[in-house]
């Protein structure tokens, strides 16, 4: 079975900084990955996916993620991050059919001013 | 257009109990997966309904159930409730018969006293 593992659980940066968020899954054949972000007292919503095609992806509010297939990574990063970047982070991975996801357990970022 | 609905928004049941949690799917949407989310953990998958049949079941007891109803919209069944099945309950839907990004819900959070 796939896992997704997530070294980072707690973040804290200042406002400017850079971030990467490290995502690492195991699971030997295709994959799709995808970002999750959970603001708080939010529902969790799509940063950014990765299906096929360029392994560098870019989704909503500044965010990228580099799609490794030799690391088995895909991670998350921003050039400069905002206090309204404040939030949970997931990283999941479906594998096969029907779409199923499996999540890490998640980075929690906290953005100073 | 409306985005993923679930009901109720919270709930309190005592040990034993049985409940029953709600979930439209977004406009246009086939597929709803339902996750639960404890407290500082990512989302696991429970199941997965298609065509109104279970079809992707995660690591949970058969005190979980589910159904889909004509117009896709989602129940999920907990009996003999557990202190331990304190969560937020997390509803995903999907188009293309799952083979698409899921858009979740806010989620129901149950609690078992």
């Known amino acids: 079975a796939q896992s997704v593992s997530q070294h980072n659980h707690h973040v804290i940066l200042s406002e400017a900084a850079s971030l990467e968020l490290g995502c690492n899954y195991s699971y030997g054949g295709t994959v799709n990955l995808f970002w999750y972000v959970q603001y708080p007292g939010q529902h969790l919503q799509l940063l950014l996916k990765y299906f096929s095609g360029d392994p560098l992806v870019k989704g909503i509010k500044g965010f990228e993620a580099e799609f490794i297939k030799s690391k088995f990574s895909f991670n998350l990063r921003k050039p400069s991050v905002q206090w309204s970047d404040t939030a949970e982070y997931f990283c999941?991975?479906?594998?096969?059919?029907?779409?199923?996801?499996?999540f890490g357990t998640g980075t929690r970022l906290q953005v100073t001013l | 257009d409306a985005g993923v609905t679930q009901s109720p928004t919270h709930l309190i049941k005592t040990r034993g109990q049985q409940v029953t949690l709600r979930c439209s799917p977004k406009?246009?949407?086939?597929?709803v997966s339902w996750y639960q989310q404890a407290l500082g953990q990512g989302p696991q998958f429970i199941f997965q309904?298609?065509?109104?049949?279970?079809?992707q079941r995660g690591n949970f007891p058969d005190r979980f159930s589910g159904h889909q109803f004509p117009n896709y919209s989602s129940e999920l069944n907990v009996n003999a409730l557990l202190l331990g099945d304190s969560a937020l309950y997390l509803c995903?839907?999907?188009?293309?018969?799952?083979?698409?990004?899921?858009?979740f819900g806010p989620g129901t959070r149950l609690t078992v006293l």
């Open positions: 995903a839907s999907s188009g293309l018969a799952g083979y698409n990004e899921q858009f």
């Open positions: 406009s246009g949407h086939d597929t």
């Open positions: 999941a991975v479906a594998t096969g059919t029907a779409s199923k996801l499996t």
């Open positions: 309904y298609y065509e109104e049949e279970e079809r």
